[in-house]
């Protein structure tokens, strides 16, 4: 978490997972090049080369555009989160050689520097299929770099998550400057349906999920707790459900005013912490509690239940929540405590408490 | 905190759900047609995505 400075946190697991990229990429590029020499005989291998990592890092921005809204549509495909910035890096290193190996190619052989060159060579900004398509693809690699040089906890400290998420919530529109390059550019002079199917095909996948995911979350803001006025007048508490309804050492989320809250059962106790963790603002709601730790889902970072304070010797910290549970119910009050503050957890009844099966030795 | 973050992401991919599509359809729209298969000896025009001299 927030200790120290390292340039990679090095795991077994992430050392297969980048095993499996670069595999996953030098196969692409052979079987891309490959066919590519079949199906055009007289490319030449330069060519093929520009294609095959465009391609690659295209399709490679898809996968990665895919694994957040289906992380928040099923909880399976979370174990990619922790993989993507990985992903992400990769993706701009192809860009970055596709770009490099096609200012060589097309703008290195005249008089003109080849990044003036790449500005004024072609100026029918008037033609869809003349377009100048390849400045298209240099402003979407400028917002790959700045991505690609901040995907690190140190730049997400040092922003702050709020600026860090902003920032890289620029790869929608790099995405969009992609689309265009590529259907401007590569789809003009290709005319089998190949390339037209495959484009209408990701685009409305990444689309589709998005827009699913956030039709998922708007429906979480939209409820409204009732006051909890008919439980403990006057208290300025609000009904947040049976506390039955919360599954032990995992949460329910609540929405007040926008801002989510998550309730979380454990030991015959109930906490309630903010559900956005400080370090990539992920739902720490859908996590768990492990070693007695709020865990949140997205890379593993953790915090105490009833102050909302990662264990020593790291420093993130949640605001908290006041709790009480009267009639089966949890009630919490709307203020946020400031993030850290120690807040009493409401004991859960006796009577409340449902032992699992086989269990209460 | 979080909420305009959630908002901008909604608002950024329901524009883009109208965008992109358009795009595509008009680039398709506006495509030069493919020459005839005897048009191998057409120079190739400069433009880099021309591999085989079929882009006019």
């Not at chain 1, 200790?3 to 077994?12: C, D, F, M, N, T």
């Not at chain 1, 297969?16 to 079987?31: E, F, K, P, R, T």
């Not at chain 1, 990985?86 to 097309?106: C, E, N, Y």
């Not at chain 2, 599509?21 to 120079?43: G, I």
């Amino acid at each position: 978490m927030s200790e120290q400075y390292r340039a990679i946190g090095w795991s077994p697991a992430k050392r297969a997972s980048d095993s499996a990229i670069a595999v996953g990429v030098a196969l692409y590029l052979g079987i891309f090049l490959g066919i590519g020499m079949l199906v055009h005989p007289n490319a030449t291998a330069e060519t093929l080369l520009i294609r095959g990592l465009g391609t690659a890092a295209f399709l490679l921005l898809h996968v990665i555009l895919c694994i957040g809204p289906l992380a928040r549509l099923d909880d399976r495909f979370l174990p990619l989160l922790y993989n993507r910035r990985h992903l992400g890096v990769t993706m701009f290193v192809l860009a970055l050689t596709h770009a490099a190996f096609s200012l060589v190619q097309f703008h290195s052989l005249g008089d003109v520097n080849p990044f003036v060159s790449l500005f004024i060579s072609n100026q029918r900004f008037a033609s869809i299929s003349q377009f100048p398509f390849q400045m298209l693809g240099f402003f979407a690699l400028i917002i790959l770099f700045l991505m690609a040089a901040t995907s690190h906890d140190f730049w997400l400290r040092h922003l702050t998550p709020p600026v860090w998420k902003r920032l890289h919530m620029l790869i929608y529109w790099a995405y969009a400057l992609l689309v265009a390059h590529v259907a401007l550019g590569a789809l003009q002079s290709e005319h089998s349906p190949l390339l037209a199917t495959a484009m209408a095909v990701g685009a409305a996948t990444v689309i589709t999920l998005h827009l699913a995911a956030a039709r998922k979350e708007a429906r979480v803001d939209q409820t409204q707790l009732p006051a909890a006025s008919s439980i403990i007048a006057g208290s300025g508490f609000l009904d947040a459900g049976e506390v039955a309804s919360i599954p032990e050492k995992c949460a329910r989320v609540v929405s007040l005013n926008g801002e989510r809250i998550a309730l979380f059962r454990y030991d015959g106790k109930v906490s309630a912490v903010s559900n956005v963790c400080q370090h990539q603002n992920g739902p720490l709601g859908e996590g768990r509690i492990i070693d007695g730790c709020i865990t949140c889902p997205w890379h593993g970072y953790q915090y105490q239940p009833q102050d909302g304070a990662s264990p020593p010797p790291f420093q993130e910290k949640v605001s908290t929540f006041r709790t009480a549970i009267v009639g089966g119910r949890v009630l919490v009050h709307p203020e946020p405590l400031p993030p850290g503050t120690y807040c009493e957890p409401a004991r859960i009844p006796a009577s409340e408490i449902q032992l699992p099966k086989g269990g209460g030795a | 905190m979080i909420q305009p973050l959630r908002t901008s992401h909604r608002r950024t991919w329901i524009i883009l759900a109208v965008l992109l599509p358009l795009l595509l359809v008009l680039a398709l729209l506006d495509r030069p047609s493919a020459l005839p298969a005897d048009s191998s000896s057409v120079p190739v025009s400069g433009h880099p995505h021309s591999t085989d001299g079929a882009k006019p």
